[in-house]
């Protein structure tokens, strides 16, 4: 009986213990430091990262720069929506040389974040991904259609910054319905947008 009872405080100890714990999310973000994005919205690009920093809090970021290859690669603790580092580290980046996607985006990660415009010089981007993929771009000029067909088939979003206000953008995230009930409009080259440019991908849009 005492052994029934001592497995039971021990049971009850851990289950409180780990009762409310918030489980980090892992997140790759993987940012285009080609000489392409030298003239895109970076202020855009950070709000953005501030708003999905509110709502995914407790995460572990691993930082991938590449362009024609990878540049830099480092892992950051993000917790109670602080990003204080990474965003330093962010917006420190130089940009040059071509743009190659090959082995740029990791499979052992819950969601990846791209920040790029998606222009091919060497390798181009994959035809499919398996982990839902945010793709953030706010050049003038982006490969649009490869990036709409990228997050379509991981199940992600693509958020075309260069073409909208940043804060309207973030209110079509939080509300999916407003996304799907929005009118949409054709860009140049036949893609599908809402009037503040987020991709309707699987019908809804949200973090």
């Known amino acids: 009986m005492k052994k029934i009872i001592s497995y039971l405080v021990v049971l009850t100890l851990t289950l409180s213990l780990g009762y409310g714990q918030t489980t980090q ?5 993987l940012w285009d ?3 392409g994005m030298v003239n895109k919205d970076l202020t855009k690009e950070l709000d953005f990262l501030d708003a999905y920093f509110k709502e995914n809090s407790e995460a572990e970021v691993r ?9 830099q690669e480092e892992t950051y603790s993000v917790s109670n929506g602080d990003w ?9 980046i130089i940009y040059d040389g071509s743009s190659s996607f090959e082995e740029v985006f990791p499979k052992d990660v819950d969601e990846i974040l791209l920040v790029s415009n998606g222009n091919e010089t060497l390798d181009g981007l994959p035809n499919m991904l398996f982990v839902p993929t945010k ?3 706010s050049t003038p000029y982006a490969n649009t259609g490869a990036l709409e067909m990228l997050a379509l088939t991981s199940g992600g979003s693509y958020s075309n910054l260069g073409s909208s206000n940043t804060e309207e953008v973030m209110k079509m995230e939080a509300n999916p319905l ?4 929005a009118a949409v409009r054709t860009t140049t080259d036949q893609n599908r ?3 503040q440019g987020t991709v309707l991908v699987g019908g809804r849009e949200s973090f």
Do not use: D, G, M, W
């Not at 930082?63 to 540049?71: C, K, P, Q």
């Open 135 to 137: 793709i953030i771009s």
């Open 84 to 92: 204080f580092e990474l965003k330093k580290a962010v917006s420190q």
């Open 33 to 35: 430091a080609s000489y």
């Open 178 to 181: 407003n996304t799907v009930s």
């Open 25 to 29: 999310k892992k997140i790759a973000l």
């Open 63 to 71: 930082l991938r720069v590449f362009s024609n290859e990878i540049t």
């Open 193 to 195: 947008l809402n009037p």
